[in-house]
């Protein structure tokens, strides 16, 4: 996975990833761009990262 920033949603305290069309990640990583340099608290992780989705064939 390339670092980039990713969106979630909190409820009840517990993080959830957001599912982005590829129209939305684009729109989300311009957004990105306007708050740019992005201070990332490196000392603070919020755990490990892994890929929900996968390209399926013809998808």
Request: glycine fraction near 6%.
């Amino acid at each position: 996975m390339k670092d980039q920033p990713v969106l979630f949603y909190c409820k009840d305290g517990t993080l959830y990833p957001v599912s982005l069309t590829r129209e939305q990640q684009e729109m989300f990583e311009m957004t990105v761009s306007l708050l740019s340099p992005l201070k990332v608290i490196f000392d603070k992780p919020q755990g490990q990262a892994i890929k929900l989705s996968s390209n399926r064939e013809g998808k």
